[in-house]
Antibody, heavy 116, light 107 residues
């Protein structure tokens, strides 16, 4: 069974930047649209961003538009989320998942904490 | 934006009982593009149901989904100990949104 694994989370100051990665094993990332979903501590799930198989189409929740950029390198079987101008309310576990409709394979998530 | 409202917020039941979870949308979900996920503490969500009523691979048949338009239901016919968790609905008919979750706890 294929897996995805996130990395790149950590503690960052408000206004700072972070790049998350999502590496796939046992599955070919180029076969899937890919998505980032986040979960603030003790809260529910929130869709953040989705990219098509090729990366040619991208979608964002309004609260991150202009600050976050989703991208992918299919040759490296890796998905990215570049996060700029981070705010306290971006603090969450960030999951990557396969799919552009429902989400089938999920990683275990990486924690991003935005705090001074 | 389609807003999904799940009810109840918490469901207290005993093993062996039937669980009925509701998900209501503020507008009709195109083609009934609605999914259900299960999440346990410290774990990633797990896909249970997609297209409102199709079980994902490996999901036991005690889980079933139904509904259309704006009203959807996840039913767990007989609760097993491992079913106590938080459940989320998600629509993918118009961008993507999740409900706020229903916690199924042991009574």
């Amino acid at each position: 069974e294929g897996q995805v694994l996130e990395s790149g989370g950590g503690l960052v100051l408000p206004g700072g930047s972070l790049r998350l990665s999502c590496a796939a094993s046992g599955l070919t990332l180029s076969s899937y649209a890919m998505t980032w979903v986040r979960q603030a501590p003790g809260k529910g799930l929130e869709w953040v961003s989705t990219t098509s198989n090729s990366g040619g189409s991208t979608y964002y929740v309004d609260s991150v538009k202009g600050r976050f950029t989703i991208s992918r390198d299919n040759s490296q079987n890796t998905l990215y989320l570049q996060m700029n101008s981070l705010r306290a309310e971006d603090t969450a576990v960030y999951f990557c998942a396969t799919g552009r409709g429902y989400f089938h394979h999920w990683g275990q998530g990486t924690l991003v904490t935005v705090s001074s | 934006e389609i807003v999904l409202t799940q009810s109840p917020g918490t469901l207290s039941l005993s093993p062996g009982e039937r669980a009925t979870l509701s998900c209501r949308a503020t507008q009709s979900v195109r083609s009934n593009y609605l999914a259900w996920y299960q999440q346990k503490p410290g774990q990633a969500p797990r896909l249970l149901i997609y297209d409102a009523a199709r079980r994902a691979t490996g999901i036991p048949d005690r889980f079933s989904g139904s509904g259309s338009g704006t009203d959807f239901t996840l039913t767990i016919s007989r609760l097993e100990p491992e079913d106590f968790a938080v459940y989320y609905c998600q629509q993918y008919g118009s961008l993507w949104t999740f409900g706020q979750g229903t916690k199924v706890e042991i009574k």
